[in-house]
């Protein structure tokens, strides 16, 4: 977008129709070739916080479009290519926390701010996996299918008001693998507002690349439901079959679900999660060695050894772990996970 300021015009300016305004014809009807002042130029983007505080204030959006192109262009990862986009009606808003840390890990020193971090499906961020130890906060904005404005939602104002009987289902899996890793059903429509409350079928495990120092792609998918679901099984509170074999696709067609809404970002096993895990092991060594037990201390200064040299740091070196923050205790079978990764390679 041009600014074009001039100095005062001799006469009554002469303007022609707006919609097909030339502007080199203007200066010269009006004679003002010598009476520029000024020119600013602003770059008018389509970035996602723009989007995002935009859909926030309930003003115009269009999101849906953005993220089909993206999806159809530059897919983050198969799974996300198997659901039909045309379905697409609302704008999922997903958040993390981001604990504050101030440690070595690896011979490196690690230091970041507590922060809320909103997933970015439009543009390319990453968040470590130590933000996804809590499962995210989730809220969504939505027309009624129903409404008349439904086909050019995207020239409407949004809105939060939804028929009462609407119920919703979330489910968050990896990317990759199609793993399951969160599903709760029945949500009712005017909950989405605020957060997901409904029905939980499948308990949220943590999402965490299997290798360190890579990133892998955690999606969220937020669906219509026909009626209720609730019949669903209750799946496994930890990994099993049933959430490493789970396919979205066969999900949504059992269950006649539509998808609403949909977001995504690339999850790391970076450095702050490695102090997590490695500070985990060394304080289950310290307690079996008070227990006259010596085995899970040597697992865990072969965890070190093993996480230090992905990100490149010589076995060699000496890396003792310290700290001037507390962080939570890990799951249980994030750090079995882990652990068995070092009997693999």
Request: proline share 6%.
């Amino acid at each position: 977008m041009a600014v074009v300021v001039f100095g005062t015009a001799k006469a009554a300016l002469k303007l022609d129709s707006p919609d097909d305004f030339d502007i080199s014809k203007f200066m010269l009807e009006n004679d003002l070739a010598d009476d520029l002042i000024g020119l600013s130029l602003v770059i008018v983007g389509s970035d996602a916080f723009a989007i995002e505080r935009q859909r926030l204030r309930g003003n115009i959006d269009n999101c849906h479009s953005l993220l089909k192109n993206k999806l159809m262009r530059h897919p983050p990862a198969h799974a996300l290519t198997r659901l039909p986009l045309d379905e697409l009606n609302s704008w999922l808003t997903v958040s993390v926390k981001q604990p504050p840390l101030d440690v070595n890990v690896c011979c490196q020193s690690v230091r970041q701010n507590e922060a809320t971090i909103y997933f970015d499906p439009l543009g390319a961020a990453t968040i470590s996996a130590l933000s996804t130890l809590q499962p995210p906060a989730v809220n969504s904005a939505r027309i009624p299918i129903e409404s008349p404005s439904y086909i050019s939602y995207h020239r409407q104002t949004r809105t939060q008001i939804a028929l009462l009987d609407k119920l919703y289902s979330l489910v968050a899996i990896d990317g990759t693998t199609s793993m399951l890793h969160w599903m709760v059903v029945d949500i009712p429509a005017q909950e989405l507002a605020s957060s997901a409350n409904g029905i939980t079928k499948a308990s949220y495990i943590p999402f965490v690349p299997l290798t360190p120092a890579t990133c892998s792609p955690f999606a969220l998918f937020l669906f219509s439901q026909p009626a209720s679901i609730n019949v669903i099984p209750t799946f496994c509170d930890d990994l099993c079959d049933l959430r490493e074999k789970f396919r979205i696709e066969m999900f949504k067609q059992r269950y006649m679900l539509r998808l609403r809404a949909l977001s995504w970002i690339s999850v790391c096993y970076d450095l702050p999660y490695s102090y997590h895990v490695l500070k985990a092991a060394t304080n289950s060594s310290l307690n079996s060695t008070l227990k006259g037990k010596t085995s899970v201390s040597k697992t865990a200064a072969s965890a070190s050894s093993f996480i230090c040299a992905m990100f490149h740091v010589s076995n060699h070196h000496n890396c003792p772990l310290s700290t001037s923050t507390t962080v939570t205790a890990i799951v249980p079978f994030l750090l079995a996970m882990s652990l068995l990764l070092i009997d693999i390679y």
